[in-house]
């Protein structure tokens, strides 16, 4: 059965720690893998990911998958309290019936 | 350029009834796909329509199900309600049926008492 694992749950930084999060999978058939910053209600979507070893970055958040060993990391640095949310990981097999993990809960304090 | 809107943005239902959600995407967007969230199961796909077509469908119960118009809006039907249906509906749109620039609507709170 596809999934996917995310860690840590829940992650207390303060403002201007960098924060690495964590996802594993095990889907049949990848296309890609994708996160998602949500904060109130609609997951707003961060990074679409599909091929092994290329960062993608966007301001101070970067993320980069390992198609070999499974997982992605969603790096951010200098982080501000703004950065407080739920960062989901979704998987895309090619079916489409996207996968998603429960998510990391990051709180940022001043 | 107007985001996904849904409606109604809340809900409170009994067991046993039905209940529609509706979903128009941004438009040009041709693919609609509805996730159902709740704090103990997380966001679970429940379907995708691309052009008026159920491109796939999520592991659940047929009492869910769906539509798209030809104007590309979709709608949501669950019947027979059960209490464990209490959850937030998010419908999201792309233009086609990557999932790369999926943009999620605001959600409808459903409340089954």
């Known amino acids: 059965e596809d999934k996917v694992v995310q860690s840590p749950l829940s992650l207390v930084v303060h403002e201007g720690d960098t924060v690495t999060l964590n996802c594993s999978y095990e889907v049949t058939n990848f296309r890609s893998l994708l996160w998602y910053k949500q904060e109130k209600k609609a997951p707003t979507f961060l990074f679409m990911l599909t091929s092994s070893g290329i960062e993608k970055k966007s301001g101070r958040l970067s993320s980069i998958l390992d198609k070999k060993e499974l997982f992605s990391i969603l790096n951010i640095t200098a982080t501000q309290t703004g950065d407080s949310a739920i960062y989901l990981c979704?998987?895309?097999?090619?079916?489409?019936?996207?996968?998603f993990g429960a998510g990391t809960r990051l709180t940022v304090k001043p | 350029k107007a985001g996904v809107t849904q409606t109604p943005r809340y809900l409170i239902k009994t067991r046993g009834q039905q209940v529609t959600l509706s979903c128009s995407p941004i438009s040009g967007h041709r693919s609609v796909s509805w996730y159902q969230q709740t704090p103990g199961q997380g966001l679970q796909f429940l379907f995708e329509?691309?052009?008026?077509?159920?491109?796939n469908k999520g592991n659940f119960p047929g009492r869910f199900s769906g539509r798209q118009f030809s104007n590309s809006r979709s709608e949501m039907n669950v019947s027979t309600l059960e209490l464990g249906d209490s959850a937030l509906y998010l419908c999201a749109s792309s233009i086609g049926t990557g999932k790369d620039e999926q943009y999620f609507g605001p959600g409808t709170r459903l409340t089954v008492t």
């Open positions: 979704a998987v895309d097999p090619r079916r489409n019936d996207m996968r």
């Open positions: 329509y691309f052009s008026e077509t159920q491109r």
